[in-house]
């Protein structure tokens, strides 16, 4: 089996933009009659259903923004009545801002399809037998992939995050064909079965797609050698519905976008304008299929470029290079989502001033986390253990916050590097270097 | 009319401690006696002086942050066996020592201990019940 859905996955481009074209309009109507946040956009810019014709007419809508989606928490965005919905997924971010994703059961079939495509571009079968050791529950990844290899066939070994021992035991006692999870979860499986004497080929794996972070090229390398696999690129937003929105097909040159369920545009993220095809710029989505949660121009803040140049596995569908950063402040460590803002807050919570700066590193492919902070005079004392409580204190607010536990270090005022006056506020260090060779430029 | 110990945030780089050295004998200040406490990633910097007000004032004017706590400060013989016995009675009132370091004056055969603990009054009463004398921060300057 070469292709999932080899029709859609290689519709000739002409047939495509009519397809585009006509969901499109149908889509913009569903939106316009049952989401009031966004038809009231709409109306503020004058632009009417009837305005939209085509994918041509795309950039006359509003765009949409994860800050849009949290003022209207939970069901603001919501397109169908709440009883003809069937799940909800839910970001990785935190209390302030979550943002919860609807599915019908339609939405849920179009979302397994697009990991199910996933799998099969990747020389996957009914013959596999697939191991999910992403996250089940709230977060798409296991939903996701356990969904698209039912769909597939696959035997499917549910094993959900963690429990190191447990995956590798399942995996070489049941022969786990295909892995799927983070792929610094997978870098650290590697390390773990070498460890315990088990050679790359000595395992029965022989593919991995791994998402919802990012990675470079050199961890695909080493991943590749320590797992003995060829290991495949996926990609989606919990908005968006989850991973699968693009993927990465045998070529391993950037990911195919599942166009028929969303058109992708590359925009400039300060004016808003749409980039021609080849530049760098802001990802934005607009869901095609969607009635639970469907989006108009939702802007991903990933950077990144577009190509349409054929792909000589025969998809059509038009690829995307790996995300090269962000328009946004935010970090994506360990696969959870980290605003600068959280941290100022959770500091003035607690008591500190908010001079502070995040180190973000990748050390045996695992993100390191730290936040240097300035001590300030009302937190200081004469007593070690008084300021390890007030550092373990600080560290439980970060966790509780932000969902993952940074280690905090408290440095002398002013201590913190300045630019311009200005307080450096991120240094990441993970050299995220996107490979554009695929693009012949 | 208690001993004031001043106690300084250092990190835990190279230079740090050269630093506040350098502030504290620009402006001519004495120091009697100082321990460290530090931790893998910073260090707290306790010391008595010969003028805390002026302490504070060029350390803070330097950007650093310092804070002020009253200790006990117990003079004893400089004898083998008179720490052991100023302990042992905190020791009998049950009372937890927090830190504690020492020195030795210049101008006489004593030594001072210098004591952190969660209640002062009691501990100077225990003391002074068993013969040993309390100093204060004026004596600081004459030792």
Redo the contacts between chains.
Sequence with gaps: MKYFQEKAETMPLSELRKLQSEKLVKQVRHVYEHVAPYRRKMDELGVKPEDIHGIEDLPKLPFLTKGDLRDEYPTGYLGVPMKDCVRIQSTSGTTGRRVVAFYTQHDIDLWEDCCARAIVATGGSDEDVLQVAYGYGLFTGGAGLNGGSHRVGCLTLPMSSGNTDRQIQFMMDLGATILCCTPSYAAYLGESMKERGIAPDQNPLRVGIFGAEPWTEEMRQAIEKSLGIKAYDIYGLTETSGPGVAFECQEQQGMHINEDHFIAEVIDPETGKVLPEGSKGELVFTSLDKEAFPLLRYRTRDICILSRKKCACGRTFIRMTKPMGRSDDMLIIRGVNVFPSQIETVLLKEGYTPNYQIVVDRVNNSDTFDILVEMDEAMFADTVSVITGREKALVAAMRAMLGIGPTVHLVAPHSIQRSEGKAVRVIDKRKLVTDTQWLGK | MALN?L?V???N?PG?LADIAEVLANADINLRALSI?D?E??G?L?MIVSDNRMAVSVLKGK???V?E?EVVGVKIGDQPGKMAEALKVLDLAEINL??LYAFCARTERHAYLVI?VADNQKAEEVLTAAGFHMIEDSDVAKL
């Design positions: 110990q106690s945030f250092v990190d780089t740090a406490a931790t990633r910073f707290i306790r950007g650093y942050i804070k706590t927090e830190y952190r």
